[in-house]
């Protein structure tokens, strides 16, 4: 009887759920791929399809109905307090209208932004910063680990919380599943609110577990904020086994476009806790800063892909230089016709990728993508001294990219990221001089070597080339 029961329940909601499919599938092959799944052997694909099956991350909406005063409120107030700081970059950047739609705010001027090379650099930064505050910090990391700098993380929020100052740390449950719970109840004990993300929140979103919060923010005090590609672990200063050293890059910014930055941040704190603190929205011009910014948020919340749209739209807005990294290159099919048109074009198009990497999986589906950009002319470089993790571009001689958002599908569409594009000829300049010497520490890839190789070795390339959409 019981097994007559989980036939006929797996077999109707294989059907109901491949009527799912056919309805919200983001492309016609991964319609028919879950419809021939889930109707053949429901027994593993309905699990699998509750799991990665969503395109689209949900709850957002009820969560903006349930506070809809308050969050319009907050955000009327950050538009005015940021409309007289916004600048029209006009023939200078012929494309910045439409990177502030998809940002969905203008540039704004008034800012300073310090380059952060590497772990030491970084966190002596934001530690330091954190000392600083005096109303309070919003921490968010997509990892955080309980070792030598998760411990000076957590002692330098908890002194902030005895002195008074609010903090607030949000942390990605998934990425940071490892992260004791001794860990937040301390933090709780000084005084500081912290909360994971929850991405399953809610009844219907109970198995909404692919999509990841892969933000890295910090603001202290509505006036300084830093983003960028370091989590909070001893393998980002260089203390891994075997990937170290570490190469990473985050950046420090002062000035209105924090204010764009700690919305994003508020926007996760709010669907984690539905609380919304009272913060400083008012934006604050830099000494001496004049360097248009801007924050670009990216999530499966959004109508648009955001992610996979800011580097098309880059890529063909470049007119001699395109240098970016990539941890891992698991590009879709909008951005290979980007990168191949811009060499087509005669852009100079580099890429640096790790040589030695943390995923197999990764690592073997990437050379799928590297062996068919072949003959294009991209120049590809393997990075050797360590793991590579930044997540970097560097646009003609102006328009630099640092943030969370990795070369791949699941940065593109699944996982929460921020960018900021900071347009500034000094600041580029050192972004050029930093990533030479990235290219001076890797191998210059003979891509055309890739297509061959042991049958076994395509094999599994392929398999992997496979799994792309969840990588």
């Not at 599943?177 to 219907?204: I, K, M, T, W």
Request: aromatic content about 10%.
């Amino acid at each position: 009887m019981l097994l007559t029961v989980l036939l006929v329940f797996f077999y109707v909601s294989g059907v109901l759920s491949a009527l799912n499919a056919a309805l919200t599938a983001r492309t016609s092959q991964g319609a028919v791929a879950w419809i021939v799944a889930l109707v053949s052997f429901p027994f593993i694909a309905v699990p699998a399809y509750w799991v990665f099956g969503r395109s689209k991350f949900e709850g957002f909406a009820e969560a903006y109905a349930s506070n809809r005063d308050a969050i319009d409120a907050v955000v009327a107030d950050i538009a005015a307090n940021l409309a007289p700081e916004s600048v029209d970059l006009g023939d200078d950047l012929p494309h910045h209208r439409a990177i502030s739609r998809l940002a969905g705010h203008a540039f704004v001027g008034g800012n300073a932004a310090e380059l952060l090379v590497n772990g030491d650099a970084t966190f002596d930064s934001i530690l330091a910063g954190i000392a600083s505050a005096r109303d309070y910090v919003i921490v968010q990391f997509y990892i955080v680990r309980d070792d030598e700098l998760g411990g000076r993380l957590a002692a330098a929020l908890e002194e902030r919380a005895r002195s008074g100052v609010r903090v607030y740390l949000l942390y990605d449950e998934i990425g940071s599943l490892g992260l004791p719970a001794e860990y937040c109840d301390n933090l709780r004990a000084a005084g500081a609110e912290v909360s994971a993300f929850q991405a399953n929140r809610g009844h219907r979103n109970r198995f909404q577990l692919n999509f990841r919060n892969h933000r890295k923010i910090v603001v202290v005090d509505g006036r300084v904020g830093w983003v960028g590609g370091h989590n909070v672990g001893d393998e980002y200063v260089g203390r891994h086994a075997k990937l170290s050293p570490w190469r990473d890059t985050h950046v420090r910014l002062e000035g209105p476009v924090v204010t764009q930055l700690q919305g994003v941040a508020m926007s996760d704190w709010y669907w984690a806790t539905r609380r919304l603190p009272a913060l400083n929205w008012m934006p604050t011009r830099a000494a001496g800063g004049a360097i248009p910014a801007l924050i670009i948020p990216s999530a499966p919340t959004q109508q648009l892909e955001t992610a996979g749209l800011m580097y098309v739209l880059a890529l063909n807005a470049a007119q001699h230089r395109i240098w970016l990294t990539a941890p891992y290159f698991v590009p879709d099919e909008a951005v290979m016709k980007a990168l191949e048109l811009a060499a087509l074009r005669g852009i100079d198009v580099r890429i640096l990728v790790p040589g030695t990497s943390d995923s197999v999986l990764v690592s073997l589906a990437a050379r799928h993508y590297l062996a068919r950009l072949a003959f294009s002319g991209i120049r590809f470089y393997e990075y050797r001294p360590g793991f590579l993790h930044q997540k970097v571009a560097l646009i003609d001689d102006e328009t630099s990219l640092i943030g969370t958002a990795n070369f791949d599908n699941r940065s593109f569409r699944l996982n929460f990221e921020v960018t900021a594009l900071i347009y500034d000829k000094a600041f580029a300049t050192e972004m050029s001089t930093m990533l030479e010497q990235d290219y001076e520490h890797g191998n210059e890839l003979d891509t055309v070597r890739l297509q061959g190789g042991r049958f076994a070795s395509r094999l599994a390339v392929s398999l992997a080339r496979l799994l792309a959409p969840i990588l």
